[in-house]
């Protein structure tokens, strides 16, 4: 099923417009074709009790992984984002990545301290992204 059919859809683009989360992500329209139609892009929802909490969003080049975890606003700050980035560090969707990397919003501290506690080590910074890689052992 694609997700302009799913009815999860029209919630996340609502999702995504919302102030708090819009200021350090930006989806275009055709961002849920985007996801469905690349072989290289893993585009997943979370749940927790049958409940929609948030997404991620991997992209994967050769043995680099390009990651995106969004958790929504009123799920924050109980450790829902570490678990994701745990999971995706155990590789449990059998990606074979080497890397992940990501790239944050200088002024979006939470997911800097995130990340940071995660393991990501600072690389460069381009404008007021900061770029982070994980190394996988």
């Known amino acids: 099923m694609l997700f302009e059919n799913d009815a999860d859809v029209p919630r ?10 819009a200021r350090y992500l ?4 055709n961002y849920f074709h985007y996801v469905t139609n690349n072989k290289n892009v893993h ?3 979370v ?3 049958d409940e929609l909490i948030g997404t991620t969003h991997l992209e994967q080049q050769e043995t680099v992984l390009f990651m995106d975890v969004l958790v929504f606003p009123k799920f924050q700050r109980v450790g ?3 678990q994701i980035i745990r999971d995706i560090q155990d590789d449990i969707f059998q990606l074979g990545y080497e890397n992940i990397e990501i ?3 200088e002024a979006n501290t939470a997911s800097l301290r995130l990340f940071g506690n995660a393991g990501f ?5 381009e404008d007021e992204l900061l770029n982070f890689v994980y190394k996988r052992n």
Do not use: C, M, R
């Open 12 to 21: 996340l683009a609502e999702i995504y417009q919302e102030p708090e989360i």
């Open 26 to 29: 930006s989806i275009s329209d």
């Open 43 to 45: 585009f997943y929802k």
């Open 47 to 49: 749940y927790k009790n």
């Open 80 to 82: 829902l984002g570490t």
């Open 103 to 105: 790239s944050i919003d």
């Open 121 to 125: 080590v600072f690389t460069s910074k």
